[in-house]
């Protein structure tokens, strides 16, 4: 037996005293039979919308979704959705249907949905209601679309991505029509807006099972990010590397933590390898500038998702820098943490962790041995708080008013250049050697 919330069993039996069937359904019966916690329970009901509201007029309405069939209740804290079975109209979006019509059958209801692992409904009468064998889909660890596919992607393009990600964060098998037809279907991923595709892009890179889908749905994801595609069997003829660029950054993101910023710095973090590719005359390949042309790119990909400015400018100087490798002295290291922020210095010791542990393994010991020795170092420097930039210069724009530096960019010019006598070591970090040396720069 699936054991449900008080609320959403309240919810139930309201519309049951009233006559109605009502299920819970979806994501939270899916994560139910895996012996997972379900984060939202969404109930599916026989009543229509005004008689859902007449069956639960005493709570906490929310009517804004009743023209699609959706009224939300508000018990205590949570939100739940009631929505009437229903069969969608046509799709001419590729993404919302443009009508819907109210129906009295479950199964017809659950015909709808994408994949037969969220087709699965349940109440405490009826027990399981699975149409669609999506509870021996979740036991195979298979993700397979209820009814044809390609009517199924037509519908909601976003669908092609949710099935990535499912197979990304529990490690399922696409099912073999089912694959077909993402490959296949997967130019109407221009259909849908940028925010969406980040959302569930973010998820794919973020999933434990992240490798095989990006390798196998590469194809998939460049109509997503198109500047993938060149990087998708591009060799790169380097000892210290035995993949082409895509496998090599695919096993960059699988090494690095979760979240964010990790990950897609992994992503990008080579994307501007094949434009700057050139061949000695050994046949060793060489990719000189490419953490600046990835970074720049990097910056704008993630425009164009619509990520936050926050992240691109963190993302963007941690690719800048993944690759820089200046001797392990106290003084670089001062250096490279005013480049990247010292908030994001181990995460750039983490790309760098990542980029090197997907290279070559002949070639990477000492490598990693040096990225060691930059943590160190780290570690040291903030226990004796050396870590030095702007916010924590003893001087700022008001003392260099006091002393007659009015201009704002001169301002900003002499405070940089402050800083950098600091953190070379030329200069302590005091109130007093600072406005001095103001007043002569």
Known sequence: MISMPENVKYIISQLEKSGYEAYAVGGCIRDSLMGLTPHDWDVTTSALPQQVLSSLDAHNIIDSGMKHGTVTVKLGQDLYEITTFRADGEYTDCRRPDSVSFVTSLTEDLARRDFTMN?????????????????????????RCVGDPDKRFGEDALRILRALRFAS??????????????????????N???????????????????????????????????????????????????????????????????????????????IGKPHCFSLDEDGVGHFKPHPGISADMSR????????????????????????????????????MIHNVGAENFIALLELKKADTLAQNPETIDYKLEYIEQLRKIFAEQTKNGEQFSLKTLNINGSDLISIGITDGKTIGKTLNTLLSLVIDGELENDHDLLLNAAKNI
């Open 119 to 143: 087709a699965i409904a349940y109440n405490d009468k009826a027990g399981v209601c699975d149409p669609f064998s999506g509870e021996q889909d979740l036991k195979n660890r298979l993700i």
């Open 169 to 190: 964060r529990l490690g399922f098998e696409i099912e073999e029509k089912t694959s077909l037809s993402l490959h296949k279907n997967a130019y109407l991923l221009d």
């Open 300 to 335: 704008e990909i993630m425009n164009r998702l619509r990520l936050d400015k926050k992240t691109i400018t963190e993302v963007s100087n941690l690719i800048l820098y993944h690759d820089t490798r200046p001797p392990a002295t106290d003084k670089n290291i001062r250096r």
């Open 192 to 270: 849908i807006s940028a925010e969406r595709k980040c959302s569930e892009l973010l998820q794919i890179i973020d999933g434990e099972y992240a490798e095989k889908v990006l390798i196998d749905y590469s194809d998939v994801l460049s109509v997503v990010i198109p500047e993938i595609s060149p990087m998708i069997g591009f060799e790169q003829h380097n000892p210290h590397h035995i993949y082409d660029v895509w496998q090599h950054t695919v096993k960059v993101i699988v090494n690095s933590p979760h979240g964010k910023v990790s990950r897609l710095s992994a992503m990008f973090h080579d």
